[in-house]
């Protein structure tokens, strides 16, 4: 476990939900990943992130696909590509990534409380 923080702390996370429009391998990465466009609604729009998720996901799967993201990070540039967001997941017992979404439909750009 990490060290405690407070719930205003917490309040400073903005993580939201958004539906996966676009997502293509991205060869240039040091670990195999895909580079994703999410659609995060009217408020937000689309934003772009890489994501090591090829273990468990096929790039054309993913389309179409809700997700949970952090969207107040500022933007990380990895290699030739500038992802906006973070795609958020869980590890499994091999240490691969699987997403974290929603088990029923939300409107995009639909805050985490």
């Known amino acids: 476990m990490t060290d405690t923080i407070s719930f205003d702390d917490f309040l400073k996370v903005d993580i939201r939900a958004g539906t996966i429009i676009e997502a293509v391998p991205f060869p240039e990465a ?6 994703l466009k999410i659609d995060f609604g009217d408020d937000i729009g689309v934003k772009k992130s890489s994501a090591q998720i090829t273990v468990h996901y ?6 179409g696909r809700q ?4 969207v107040n990070f500022p933007p990380r540039q990895i290699g030739p590509f ?9 590890s499994d017992s091999n240490g691969d990534v ?9 409107p995009d750009g639909s805050r985490m409380h």
């Open 30 to 35: 040091r670990k195999p990943a895909y580079k």
């Open 58 to 63: 096929e790039a054309d799967a993913l389309v």
């Open 67 to 70: 997700v949970v993201a952090v």
């Open 82 to 90: 500038m992802s906006e967001v973070l795609t958020l997941g869980l």
């Open 98 to 106: 699987i997403l974290l979404g929603t088990d029923r439909p939300v």
